[in-house]
C-alpha cells in the first residue's frame, strides 16, 4: 500500500513537471498556466463528481487504482499529460491504445468514460479528459491510504494521438535498464522514480 501511496506522489512530480502540450490543441488557459482553482466557477462540482467516479470503480475492483496511475503514466509519456492515450484511431491516427505497451494490457478506460458522461451532464464541455486522468491518478492513491495533493488544472485535451511516440517512449519489459534510465530521465525523472513507479505498476 505505502508503495503504491509512493508511485502516485512520484507521478505527481510528473504531472507537474511534463509541459502541457495539449494547451496548444484548444482553447486558452489563462495564459497557459494551470492551477488547482480552475474549474471552480465553470464547474464547480467537478472534484466531486471525479471522485465519486473513481470511489465508485475502486469499490468494485480495488486494483482499478494501479490501473488508473498506469493509464495516466503512459498518457503523459507520450505527448504530455493530455489524455491522447484516450483517443481511438481516427483518418488521420493510429491509437495510443494499439501500442505494445497498451494493447490488450491497459485498462480504466471505462472508468474515465463514466467520468466524462457525469460531468458533460454538470457542466457540458467545460472539464477536459486529461484533467479527469490527472484527478483520477490523485483520488485513487487517497482511497487506497496515500496523500493528497492538490491538482493543478487546465490542462487541454490532444486532437491527436502518436502511436510511435507510445512505442517509443513509455518503459518496455525488453528495455535495457540504461534505456529505461534514459526514458526516465527525459521526463525529469530518476532512478528512485524508476524503481518506485515500475515496481508497483508491474507487480
Known amino acids: 500500500m505505502m508503495k503504491l501511496a509512493m508511485s502516485f506522489a512520484l507521478l505527481a512530480s510528473l504531472v507537474t513537471a511534463l509541459p502541457p502540450l495539449c494547451l496548444a ?3 486558452n488557459t489563462n495564459g497557459g498556466f494551470l492551477y488547482p482553482q480552475f474549474y471552480d466557477h465553470t464547474c464547480p ?25 498506469r493509464l495516466h503514466f503512459h498518457d503523459c509519456f507520450v505527448k504530455g499529460c493530455d489524455a491522447s492515450v484516450l483517443l481511438d ?9 494499439r501500442s505494445h505497451a497498451n494493447l490488450n494490457s491497459a485498462r480504466g478506460f471505462e472508468v474515465i468514460d463514466e467520468i466524462k458522461f457525469a460531468l458533460e451532464k454538470e457542466c457540458p464541455l467545460t472539464v477536459s ?50 534505456t529505461i534510465i534514459t526514458k526516465f530521465k527525459l521526463q525529469g525523472l530518476d532512478l528512485v522514480d524508476l524503481v518506485a513507479l515500475l515496481g508497483t505498476i508491474h507487480d
Open 45 to 69: 462540482k467537478a472534484q466531486q463528481i471525479v471522485w465519486s467516479g473513481v470511489a465508485k470503480a475502486h469499490a468494485k475492483d480495488p486494483r482499478m487504482a494501479a490501473s488508473l496511475l
Open 129 to 178: 479528459c486529461a484533467d479527469i486522468l490527472a484527478l483520477a491518478a490523485r483520488d485513487s492513491t487517497v482511497l487506497t491510504g496515500g496523500p493528497y495533493w492538490a491538482v493543478p488544472l487546465g490542462r487541454r485535451d490532444s486532437l491527436g494521438a502518436s502511436l510511435s511516440g507510445s512505442n517509443n517512449n513509455i518503459p518496455a519489459p525488453n528495455n535495457t535498464l540504461p
Open 89 to 97: 484511431s481516427s483518418g488521420t491516427f493510429l491509437s495510443e491504445k
Open 25 to 27: 490543441a484548444s482553447a
